[in-house]
T-cell receptor, first 112, second 113 residues
Framework: GENVEQHPSTLSVQEGDSAVIKCTYSDSASNYFPWYKQELGKGPQLIID?????GEKKDQRIAVTLNKTAKHFSLHITETQPEDSAVYFC???????????FGAGTILRVKS | EAGVVQSPRYKIIEKKQPVAFWCNPI?????LYWYLQNLGQGPELLIR????????DSQLPKDRFSAERLKGVDSTLKIQPAELGDSAVYLCASSLQVNTEAFFGQGTRLTVV
Protein backbone atom coordinates (compact mmCIF):
# COMPACT_ATOMS: atom_id res chain seq x y z
CA GLY A 1 0.00 0.00 0.00
CA GLU A 2 0.91 3.67 0.05
CA ASN A 3 3.75 4.20 2.48
CA VAL A 4 6.33 6.82 3.44
CA GLU A 5 9.14 5.79 5.78
CA GLN A 6 11.12 8.45 7.62
CA HIS A 7 14.46 8.18 9.48
CA PRO A 8 15.70 8.89 12.03
CA SER A 9 12.85 9.22 14.52
CA THR A 10 14.97 11.49 16.72
CA LEU A 11 18.03 13.55 15.90
CA SER A 12 20.20 15.62 18.22
CA VAL A 13 22.81 17.99 16.80
CA GLN A 14 25.00 20.71 18.15
CA GLU A 15 24.16 24.25 17.17
CA GLY A 16 25.91 25.10 13.92
CA ASP A 17 26.09 21.51 12.72
CA SER A 18 24.08 20.08 9.83
CA ALA A 19 21.02 17.83 10.12
CA VAL A 20 19.81 15.33 7.53
CA ILE A 21 16.45 13.55 7.52
CA LYS A 22 15.69 10.84 4.98
CA CYS A 23 12.44 9.47 3.56
CA THR A 24 11.50 6.70 1.16
CA TYR A 25 8.17 6.29 -0.61
CA SER A 26 6.37 3.40 -2.23
CA ASP A 27 4.42 4.93 -5.15
CA SER A 28 6.77 5.40 -8.11
CA ALA A 29 4.22 7.75 -9.68
CA SER A 30 4.45 10.27 -6.82
CA ASN A 31 5.46 13.69 -8.11
CA TYR A 32 5.20 16.13 -5.21
CA PHE A 33 7.22 15.94 -1.98
CA PRO A 34 6.70 18.58 0.73
CA TRP A 35 8.46 18.89 4.07
CA TYR A 36 6.63 20.26 7.10
CA LYS A 37 7.86 21.61 10.43
CA GLN A 38 5.59 21.25 13.45
CA GLU A 39 6.21 23.09 16.69
CA LEU A 40 4.55 22.14 19.95
CA GLY A 41 0.85 22.96 19.97
CA LYS A 42 0.82 24.14 16.37
CA GLY A 43 -0.18 22.72 13.03
CA PRO A 44 2.43 21.60 10.48
CA GLN A 45 3.97 24.40 8.41
CA LEU A 46 5.46 23.89 4.96
CA ILE A 47 9.16 24.71 4.88
CA ILE A 48 10.15 23.46 1.44
CA ASP A 49 8.81 21.23 -1.30
CA UNK A 50 10.11 19.62 -4.47
CA UNK A 51 8.50 18.25 -7.59
CA UNK A 52 9.69 15.25 -9.55
CA UNK A 53 11.08 17.25 -12.46
CA UNK A 54 14.02 18.52 -10.36
CA GLY A 55 16.61 16.73 -8.27
CA GLU A 56 17.44 19.43 -5.74
CA LYS A 57 15.99 22.62 -4.33
CA LYS A 58 17.51 25.06 -1.87
CA ASP A 59 16.11 27.86 0.26
CA GLN A 60 18.70 29.57 2.45
CA ARG A 61 19.78 26.99 5.07
CA ILE A 62 17.32 24.35 3.91
CA ALA A 63 17.69 22.03 0.93
CA VAL A 64 15.85 19.00 -0.34
CA THR A 65 17.19 16.34 -2.69
CA LEU A 66 15.16 13.80 -4.65
CA ASN A 67 16.24 10.50 -6.16
CA LYS A 68 13.29 9.20 -8.17
CA THR A 69 15.05 6.02 -9.21
CA ALA A 70 15.66 5.00 -5.63
CA LYS A 71 12.37 6.56 -4.47
CA HIS A 72 13.91 8.55 -1.68
CA PHE A 73 14.25 12.20 -0.75
CA SER A 74 16.12 14.02 1.99
CA LEU A 75 15.97 17.25 3.96
CA HIS A 76 19.23 19.01 4.73
CA ILE A 77 19.45 21.82 7.30
CA THR A 78 22.81 23.59 7.55
CA GLU A 79 24.09 25.83 10.34
CA THR A 80 21.36 24.63 12.67
CA GLN A 81 19.97 27.00 15.28
CA PRO A 82 18.01 26.32 18.49
CA GLU A 83 14.83 27.58 16.81
CA ASP A 84 15.15 24.74 14.29
CA SER A 85 14.18 22.36 17.11
CA ALA A 86 10.80 20.86 16.17
CA VAL A 87 9.21 17.79 14.60
CA TYR A 88 9.78 17.48 10.87
CA PHE A 89 7.50 15.50 8.55
CA CYS A 90 8.12 14.43 4.99
CA UNK A 91 5.22 13.62 2.70
CA UNK A 92 4.59 12.28 -0.77
CA UNK A 93 1.60 12.89 -3.01
CA UNK A 94 0.37 9.52 -4.21
CA UNK A 95 -0.90 9.53 -7.79
CA UNK A 96 -3.84 7.28 -6.93
CA UNK A 97 -6.43 9.49 -5.30
CA UNK A 98 -4.08 12.50 -5.13
CA UNK A 99 -3.49 11.59 -1.51
CA UNK A 100 -0.72 13.19 0.57
CA UNK A 101 0.88 10.51 2.76
CA PHE A 102 3.07 11.60 5.67
CA GLY A 103 6.06 10.00 7.31
CA ALA A 104 6.04 9.34 11.05
CA GLY A 105 8.15 12.41 11.83
CA THR A 106 11.61 13.25 13.14
CA ILE A 107 12.15 15.06 16.43
CA LEU A 108 15.07 17.42 15.88
CA ARG A 109 16.84 18.86 18.91
CA VAL A 110 19.48 21.52 18.39
CA LYS A 111 21.68 21.88 21.45
CA SER A 112 23.25 25.24 22.17
CA GLU B 1 -4.65 37.41 5.72
CA ALA B 2 -5.91 34.90 8.29
CA GLY B 3 -4.75 31.34 7.97
CA VAL B 4 -6.84 28.23 8.48
CA VAL B 5 -8.94 28.70 11.59
CA GLN B 6 -10.12 25.79 13.70
CA SER B 7 -12.25 25.67 16.80
CA PRO B 8 -12.29 24.66 19.51
CA ARG B 9 -8.57 24.32 20.30
CA TYR B 10 -9.24 21.78 23.03
CA LYS B 11 -12.17 19.53 23.85
CA ILE B 12 -12.65 17.02 26.65
CA ILE B 13 -15.70 14.79 26.50
CA GLU B 14 -16.90 11.57 28.03
CA LYS B 15 -17.03 8.47 25.86
CA LYS B 16 -20.27 7.92 23.96
CA GLN B 17 -20.89 11.67 23.76
CA PRO B 18 -20.99 13.54 20.44
CA VAL B 19 -18.43 16.15 19.46
CA ALA B 20 -18.01 18.53 16.53
CA PHE B 21 -15.06 20.43 15.13
CA TRP B 22 -15.23 23.45 12.88
CA CYS B 23 -12.82 24.68 10.21
CA ASN B 24 -12.65 27.91 8.21
CA PRO B 25 -10.18 27.53 5.33
CA ILE B 26 -8.16 30.25 3.67
CA UNK B 27 -10.34 32.34 1.40
CA UNK B 28 -10.33 31.07 -2.18
CA UNK B 29 -8.97 27.62 -1.34
CA UNK B 30 -11.05 25.01 -3.13
CA UNK B 31 -9.50 21.97 -1.46
CA LEU B 32 -10.11 21.23 2.21
CA TYR B 33 -8.71 18.34 4.22
CA TRP B 34 -9.38 16.81 7.61
CA TYR B 35 -6.46 14.92 9.11
CA LEU B 36 -6.11 12.84 12.26
CA GLN B 37 -2.81 13.05 14.14
CA ASN B 38 -2.07 10.58 16.91
CA LEU B 39 0.71 11.32 19.38
CA GLY B 40 4.12 10.77 17.85
CA GLN B 41 2.77 10.13 14.36
CA GLY B 42 2.27 11.99 11.14
CA PRO B 43 -1.12 13.29 10.01
CA GLU B 44 -3.43 10.75 8.36
CA LEU B 45 -6.07 11.87 5.90
CA LEU B 46 -9.67 11.38 6.95
CA ILE B 47 -11.45 13.22 4.14
CA ARG B 48 -10.72 15.61 1.29
CA UNK B 49 -13.16 18.06 -0.25
CA UNK B 50 -13.00 19.71 -3.64
CA UNK B 51 -15.38 22.63 -3.16
CA UNK B 52 -18.42 21.03 -1.52
CA UNK B 53 -17.80 17.51 -2.87
CA UNK B 54 -16.11 14.86 -0.74
CA UNK B 55 -13.74 13.27 -3.26
CA UNK B 56 -11.80 11.02 -0.87
CA ASP B 57 -13.40 9.74 2.32
CA SER B 58 -11.99 6.23 2.19
CA GLN B 59 -10.25 6.61 5.57
CA LEU B 60 -13.24 8.12 7.38
CA PRO B 61 -14.86 5.66 9.84
CA LYS B 62 -18.35 6.23 8.56
CA ASP B 63 -20.11 4.39 11.36
CA ARG B 64 -19.31 7.21 13.78
CA PHE B 65 -17.65 10.01 11.82
CA SER B 66 -19.35 12.44 9.47
CA ALA B 67 -18.29 15.63 7.74
CA GLU B 68 -19.82 18.33 5.66
CA ARG B 69 -18.71 21.36 3.73
CA LEU B 70 -21.76 23.40 2.96
CA LYS B 71 -21.37 26.05 0.26
CA GLY B 72 -17.81 24.88 -0.32
CA VAL B 73 -16.30 27.06 2.42
CA ASP B 74 -16.46 26.14 6.12
CA SER B 75 -16.46 22.53 7.19
CA THR B 76 -17.48 20.55 10.24
CA LEU B 77 -16.31 17.14 11.37
CA LYS B 78 -18.49 15.22 13.79
CA ILE B 79 -17.98 12.13 15.89
CA GLN B 80 -20.99 10.36 17.39
CA PRO B 81 -20.54 8.53 19.65
CA ALA B 82 -16.93 9.21 20.65
CA GLU B 83 -14.70 6.37 21.81
CA LEU B 84 -11.58 6.45 23.98
CA GLY B 85 -9.44 5.68 20.93
CA ASP B 86 -10.62 8.85 19.22
CA SER B 87 -8.40 10.94 21.49
CA ALA B 88 -6.03 12.73 19.10
CA VAL B 89 -5.43 16.02 17.34
CA TYR B 90 -7.77 16.76 14.45
CA LEU B 91 -6.16 18.99 11.84
CA CYS B 92 -7.84 20.91 9.08
CA ALA B 93 -5.90 22.10 6.03
CA SER B 94 -6.69 23.87 2.80
CA SER B 95 -5.01 24.46 -0.55
CA LEU B 96 -5.78 26.18 -3.82
CA GLN B 97 -5.71 22.83 -5.59
CA VAL B 98 -4.94 19.27 -4.55
CA ASN B 99 -1.26 19.27 -5.55
CA THR B 100 -0.33 22.69 -4.23
CA GLU B 101 0.86 23.79 -0.80
CA ALA B 102 -1.49 22.78 1.98
CA PHE B 103 -1.84 25.20 4.88
CA PHE B 104 -2.74 23.69 8.24
CA GLY B 105 -4.74 25.07 11.12
CA GLN B 106 -3.57 24.70 14.72
CA GLY B 107 -5.74 21.68 15.26
CA THR B 108 -8.28 20.58 17.85
CA ARG B 109 -6.95 18.36 20.62
CA LEU B 110 -9.68 15.91 21.59
CA THR B 111 -9.53 13.96 24.83
CA VAL B 112 -12.15 11.29 25.40
CA VAL B 113 -12.42 10.12 29.01
Amino acid sequence: GENVEQHPSTLSVQEGDSAVIKCTYSDSASNYFPWYKQELGKGPQLIIDIRSNVGEKKDQRIAVTLNKTAKHFSLHITETQPEDSAVYFCAALMEYGNKLVFGAGTILRVKS
Amino acid sequence: EAGVVQSPRYKIIEKKQPVAFWCNPISGHNTLYWYLQNLGQGPELLIRYENEEAVDDSQLPKDRFSAERLKGVDSTLKIQPAELGDSAVYLCASSLQVNTEAFFGQGTRLTVV
